[in-house]
């Protein structure tokens, strides 16, 4: 028998940390990730100072007209002078307040929320602010100009769409993702069809089927509108996906904490909001993050229809006769904001996804 | 139903599919009783007492606990699971909930308790077995001693007559079976009515005023721990015995 004296902990040696060796290990551990490395680095050096020349150092900020566009560059006036199409469409110059106020709201509410505590105020102040920024948009009461929705165009439009296809088809495709488990095989059977069928049909047929086949079932002279008839089917169509991947978080609960629920005495509704969507959300956060996203994208199929998105714009405003040929401005810009909003939904979930992280050890 | 029984199990039949899981299961408790269940892996332990609390059905026979009736009833249902409760295996905690928020779910939502008064009960029971200073961790966080502890805490809530363990101590590591046991013990004090599916003989010795022992799902000897471990009748409990109580 021997007894043995405690060790000290040594620190590290050098060789295994700092700047040099995270670039050996990630950049030049072997041949062929060298190859990669220097391929990438080239492949940079190619596109980006071109890209700079045109969009920075030759581009052209000032000016109201074309004819003050001298440089090769981009000519960023054009963006300039047609940012209200791009932001608002065809909606009335005098009425845009009204949209300006809203978003002014959404930053306060952003702001505001993350000193209110209750959950149940929370919901009340967000619920309330769709409500008046619908108001608001829509007119038509309170002594506000009604604002038709042939006149909804551009950025706005687009996060109308987007926002009511997630608002609307999350409840939703909660509501399916639990009738796929439900015990009455009738509620499971049309949850499965619902699902199947959706799933199997690309967005832009929904589209064309809500525009055309829709109002066939409604009799004659009864028209109702475009967009509601394209936010109907766009949130159909989302919610099928969203239950879908509800349905694989709902998959990862043990059956335990199904128990644990009956045997404390909840209901069905309590148990399944209570203990397990919480759970069953956490797991699905990714993915329904990444459907969301395809969601944003995907708005600007709304086109096809008829309605004017954020995409859309470009081409109408380069039609301008003052403003011919300037398209490619026009895509960069959209490409530019489109990744913004994507990239800020992407952070967005990463947040919640730590926020809802009770696994800490 | 008799004066001071506040369990009764007549006839009771259950299939899983053909498989005949419970075999014509009868089982009085009295009130305050401690009864220990005991017998080999898939001898029907679990089962009886999930269809207890309705978490199994059963084909055949009936229960009444404390007057209730078990069947398929909604409002039946919700009044016995608010006067029976449960100890899992696994703790069966849920994870996304704090400690504290795990123990008042029930009585706020199912009892409609205020949350204050809510949060006063759930700190004293947290303070009965030993863990009020974890209340606003995540059970995640704590070892699994502690956790089926929480678990007991969070059952006695909704304050239950009648308390059902399955294998409550049997997931943890050695060290921290202890723990459970003397919260056990303690209720088992009180003069709440407990069955415990457990192969902790030292536990049964010392509470249980009944001990049985099942297999293939039948119940094959139900006697006083004194004489179920001393002068066990059937072969099959003494070689049951044999086999548990030999290393
Ligand atoms: N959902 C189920 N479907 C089919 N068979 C089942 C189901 N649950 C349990 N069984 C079977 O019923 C029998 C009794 O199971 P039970 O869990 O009651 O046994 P147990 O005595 O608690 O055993 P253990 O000590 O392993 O927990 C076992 O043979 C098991 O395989
Ligand atoms: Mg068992």
Redesign the pocket.
């Known amino acids: 028998m021997a007894v043995y004296e405690q060790k000290q902990a040594l620190e590290a040696p050098s060789s295994t940390k700092g700047a040099i060796h995270w670039i050996k290990e990630n950049l030049f551990s072997s041949p062929l990730n060298t190859i990669m490395t220097l391929m990438g680095f080239g492949f940079l050096y190619i596109i980006i100072p071109p890209l700079l020349q045109w969009a920075y150092f030759d581009a052209n900020f000032v000016g109201t007209t074309r004819e003050q566009c001298t440089g090769d560059g981009a000519c960023w006036v054009f963006i300039k002078m047609k940012m209200d199409m791009f932001l608002y469409g065809f909606y009335p110059e005098t009425e845009l307040w009204r949209l300006k106020a809203i978003v002014i709201m959404f930053v306060a509410l952003v702001i505001g929320l993350r000193f209110i505590k209750s959950g149940k105020v929370k919901f009340g102040i967000v619920f309330s602010y769709f409500i008046i920024s619908l108001i608001l948009t829509a007119g038509g009461i309170f002594g506000l100009e009604s604002v038709p929705t042939d006149k909804w165009g551009g950025l706005m439009l687009t996060i109308v769409v987007a926002s009511v296809g997630i608002v609307f088809s999350f409840p939703i495709g909660i509501i399916v993702a639990f009738g796929r488990q439900s015990n009455l095989p009738i509620i499971r059977s049309v949850c499965v069809t619902y699902v199947e069928m959706i799933r199997g049909v690309p967005l832009i047929t929904i589209l064309f089927m809500s525009s055309v086949i829709l109002p066939l079932f409604f009799p004659e002279g009864i028209s109702f509108d475009k967009l509601l008839r394209a936010l109907i089917g766009i949130t159909l169509f989302q919610a099928a996906y969203v239950a879908e991947n509800i349905r694989g978080g709902l998959q990862a609960i043990p059956k335990g904490q199904y128990e644990a629920a009956d045997a404390i005495g909840l209901s069905y509704w309590q148990k399944m909001l209570l203990v397990i969507l919480p759970q069953a959300l956490k797991v699905a956060i990714p993915n329904l993050a990444g459907a969301f996203i395809s969601l944003f994208q995907d708005t600007t199929l709304v086109l096809i229809i008829g309605l004017f998105d954020l995409l859309a714009m470009v081409r109408i405003t380069a039609a301008d006769s003052h403003w011919l040929g300037m398209e490619t401005e026009g895509y960069v810009f959209v490409t530019v904001i489109f990744w913004a909003f994507c990239y800020g939904m992407s952070r967005y979930s990463n947040k919640l996804e730590k926020q809802f992280d009770t696994n800490l050890k | 139903m008799k004066d001071n029984n506040v369990i009764e199990i007549k006839n009771l039949n259950k299939w899983?599919?053909d498989?005949h899981?419970l075999k014509d299961i009868n089982l009085e408790v009295k009130k305050g009783e401690i009864i220990v269940v005991c017998?080999p892996?898939?001898?029907?332990?679990?089962?009886?007492i999930r269809c207890i609390n309705y978490l199994e059905q059963f084909q055949e026979g009936s229960i009444v606990v404390d007057g209730i009736e078990v069947t398929d009833d909604i409002k039946k249902i919700k009044a016995l699971r608010e006067d029976v409760a449960m100890v899992f295996q696994h703790f069966n905690l849920f994870p996304h909930l704090s400690i504290l928020d795990n123990l008042t779910l029930s009585p706020i939502w199912v009892k409609n308790m205020p949350k204050k008064d809510a949060i006063a009960t759930a700190m004293k029971f947290l303070d009965r077995v030993g863990i009020a200073e974890q209340a606003d961790k995540y059970p995640n966080q704590l070892s699994g001693g502690q956790q089926q502890r929480v678990a007991i805490a969070r059952s006695l809530c909704k304050n239950p007559n009648i308390m059902l363990f399955d294998?409550p101590t049997s997931a943890l590591d050695p060290e921290m079976v202890s723990e459970v046991l003397d919260v056990m013990v303690e209720l088992a004090k009180e003069g709440r009515t407990m069955i415990c599916?457990t192969h902790e003989m030292g536990f049964a010795k010392k509470v249980a005023d009944r001990v049985i022992f099942?297999d293939a799902g039948q119940i094959v000897e139900e006697n006083t721990p004194k004489k179920f471990f001393d002068n066990p009748e059937s072969d099959r409990l003494k070689l049951f015995l044999d086999q548990i109580l030999s290393h």
């Open positions: 899983y599919g498989f899981v017998g892996s898939g001898s029907g332990k679990s089962t009886l294998e599916v099942m």
